[in-house]
């Protein structure tokens, strides 16, 4: 029968190096046994180097993408990634509002790995008063947490203030990931669950360079173990561990900050 095969969207922009973006999210949903889709908000020129350029897509072309998945598959859970400007993030939450894709996801994209701006300046009100409060998992790093609560995250009670901080805001499970956090041997996200538990997930900190697309691949994890019916706190857990062997298990591509190994989770832990 249709659409009984567990189907995924990620709504996001592209990366032309593979790393990030949508190209990583597909790669996490495939491996992760979804079949994922996509709304495309934005197109980068980029690599493991940098962003070189990127260009939004006209409103109108999103809207249509959303509406051609709506008329024809059944999305189980979906998440965003880079959403360019204002006006996009509205546009992205008009349709958010209008199609039920399953729990939502939203990894608030600001900085890519290499230091450039993928989102507006005057766009991160717009995330933190209209996108935030739909989210059912927020997945912030330390820098994008800072930005939507204006609290310091120098210490591991600061993020957990601001775990609490951005559920008043009105997203019901965070996420914040301490992979920014200048702890030589461990890598500490803090997660606060919409039942008011939370914990701390910890991994061995990696000395390598190969650590583009982290995000993205974290939250399209999420999404991925959601659309097939995990509950919120396993489907994060096995996220950190599938980013962690990814990291782990570096494969060599590129002269800048490489990608993940999208397989190591699922094939032990080897290349």
Not at 14 to 24: E, R
Not at 55 to 64: F, G, H, S, T, V
Not at 86 to 107: Q, S
């Amino acid at each position: 029968m249709a659409n009984e095969f567990p189907q995924t969207l990620t709504i996001a922009g592209t990366d032309s190096g593979g790393g990030a973006g949508v190209m990583a999210d597909l790669k996490t949903m495939q491996e992760r046994q979804v079949f994922g889709t996509a709304v495309v908000v934005a197109v980068t020129a980029q690599n493991t180097l940098g962003v070189q350029d990127f260009m939004a897509l006209p409103q109108k072309l999103i809207d249509e993408q959303f509406a051609s998945l709506a008329a024809d598959l059944k999305i189980s859970a979906c998440k965003t990634g880079m959403l360019a400007d204002a006006a996009h993030v509205h546009g992205v939450v008009e349709n958010l509002k209008r199609y039920d894709f399953g729990p939502l996801t939203v990894d608030p994209v600001m900085i890519a790995k290499g230091g450039a701006a993928l989102l507006a300046d005057d766009a991160v009100a717009t995330v933190r008063d209209d996108l935030v409060p739909l989210a059912d998992v927020l997945t912030p790093n330390l820098p994008e947490a800072k930005r939507l609560t204006g609290l310091p995250l120098d210490d591991k009670e600061e993020m957990e203030a601001a775990a609490v901080e951005l559920q008043n805001l009105g997203a019901k499970n965070v996420v914040i990931k301490g992979g920014h956090e200048a702890t030589p041997d461990q890598a500490s996200d803090f997660v606060l669950l919409a039942d008011g538990r939370s914990f701390w997930l910890s991994a061995p900190r990696v000395d390598t360079v190969r650590t583009h697309g982290t995000g993205d691949t974290l939250s399209s994890c999420i999404t991925a173990e959601l659309a097939k019916g995990a509950d919120f706190e396993s489907a994060i857990r096995l996220a950190k561990d599938y980013v962690t062997a990814a990291i782990a298990h570096p494969i060599a591509v590129g002269h800048g900050h490489g990608p993940l190994n999208h397989w190591a989770y699922n094939q032990g832990g080897t290349i």
